[in-house]
């Protein structure tokens, strides 16, 4: 199937919308004791998921907008691990016992920047906060940092799904985007994760690359097809310098231009489901066995923090500085600074410091929009603005990427690009300024 470009409809930066409410409209207000009266509601049978954020890598690559820094001082990982094992054991205490923890997802910057023996510490202090609980378990790797005693871990944790940074598998977009890891690297530690009992193995690539053109990224997928990732997730290259400083050191007269992005991730789509992967959502492909291919198959795919996913969970508490818990009701979000979330935790409490609460139309707008970008559908029956809604996506109707049943708004199987853009139109923040966000290709 070839994409139709309509530039006008993807001229305008928006959200990738892994929350709604997005993280612009977070505010300072929330504090500590918001995330103990959220905890205190979780329900006794309620599912619950724990994200745990290690804000360091090894090396700092320039294309990056993740909560990172440079793990250049052991004395800095080893008070962070023992700062993120002190949270776990409070939020088990304020839970006490109620909820249901059905997944454990590790993220980052780079969870292997730790020494393998500090992840058996902390992997440890979750089995005694929470026992019994039979929690799968996913985590990000670097390739770069990925050895022998780290593979030993995975096997021995039971970790069955691992994504990997990879990006690209060309040498000279490796080094304008200061990620330099020969192919040879990322086979073996491909090789060891199977080898460790790893059945759900996914690879994250970028277009819109520094220098990238329609054939190096044809290559690069071909690499990667080759190795044979159970999914792949293929983002566009955000360029917002303004907000991240290290991608200064990234050339921007090398980047492709809109219509270029457009075509190459139109490329992806078409080289990766000719390969049998199945699209899911607007970035994201799956093998047809792998759950997140399931998922989106009956009905189960779910967006949070950490993209498309099989994650049933509504409660997501995030552990480490930075990270976002999730309640029906509202939004926390940790201390981003280091240094703070370490003075907050100890000190005996939350590292709560941003967020926002959610009003029963917030969470009925964020159910449509999750529902919009996971099914291609949305039923906005009700809709205070319908009206403005209706007329902000009329310019899509016109160009048969949707139609309206009664209130339902259906997409057709052009619409992927612009499901982002569509999602926008339900948004109602996003009437201010957009030199946040990227372009929705």
Not at 6 to 27: I, K, M, Q
Not at 48 to 57: E, G, K, R, T
Not at 76 to 103: N, P
Not at 335 to 357: Q, V
Request: glycine residues 10%; hydrophobic residues 40%; proline residues 6%.
């Amino acid at each position: 199937m070839n994409w139709r470009y309509h530039p006008d409809l993807l001229a305008r930066p928006v959200p990738r919308y892994t929350s709604f409410p997005t993280a612009a409209e977070f505010g300072d207000g929330m504090k500590p004791a918001d995330m103990a009266e959220a905890l205190a509601g979780v329900r006794d049978d309620e599912e619950v998921s724990l994200y745990l954020h290690v804000p360091y890598c090894r090396e700092l690559c320039w294309y990056c907008g993740c909560n990172t820094g440079a793990a250049n001082r052991d004395a800095r990982l080893a008070a962070y691990v023992t700062r993120l094992g002190q949270e776990i054991d409070r939020v088990a205490r304020a839970l006490d016992g109620r909820g249901r923890l059905s997944r454990i997802a590790w993220g980052g910057g780079s969870p292997d920047a730790l020494a393998p023996e500090q992840f058996d510490a902390l992997m440890a202090r979750l089995a005694d906060a929470f026992p019994r609980t039979g929690a799968s378990i996913s985590i990000e790797l670097d390739p770069r940092g990925f050895d022998a005693h780290w593979a030993e871990r995975v096997a021995r944790h039971g970790i069955r799904r691992v994504s990997l940074g990879v990006q690209t598998f060309d040498d000279g977009i490796q080094r304008a985007i200061g990620r330099v890891q020969p192919t040879a690297a990322i086979a073996c530690a491909v090789s060891r994760l199977r080898a460790s009992g790893v059945s759900s193995l996914n690879f994250d690539l970028m277009y819109g690359l520094p220098g990238q053109s329609s054939r190096e990224l044809r290559e690069t997928l071909d690499t990667a097809v080759s190795l044979g990732p159970d999914r792949l997730a293929v983002f566009g290259y955000a360029h917002v310098p303004h907000l991240i400083p290290r991608q200064r050191q990234i050339d921007a007269s090398e980047l492709p231009g809109a219509a270029q992005r457009f075509a190459q991730a139109e490329l992806a789509h078409g080289r990766l489901t000719a390969d049998g992967y199945q699209p899911v959502g607007f970035d994201h492909f799956a093998r047809p066995d792998d759950p997140l291919g399931q998922a989106s198959r009956t009905g189960g795919l779910r967006r949070n923090f950490q993209g498309f996913t099989d994650d049933s969970a509504r409660v997501l508490i995030g552990l480490g500085a930075s990270s976002i818990s999730v309640f029906p009701h509202v939004l926390l979000q940790n201390e981003k600074n280091a240094g703070r979330y370490h003075l907050r935790i100890a000190n005996d409490g939350f590292a709560t410091s941003r967020g926002i609460r959610r009003s029963p139309l917030d969470q009925r707008r964020a159910a449509a929009i999750e529902s919009l970008l996971c099914t291609g559908s949305a039923n906005l029956e009700g809709m205070p603005d319908l009206s403005d809604i209706r007329d902000a996506l009329q310019p899509f109707v016109d160009r048969d990427l949707a139609e309206w049943r009664a209130a339902v708004l259906t997409t057709s199987g052009q619409a992927s690009p612009y499901l982002r853009s569509m999602a926008a139109t339900i948004d109602p923040y996003r009437s201010g300024g957009t030199s946040r966000f990227s372009s929705a290709v």
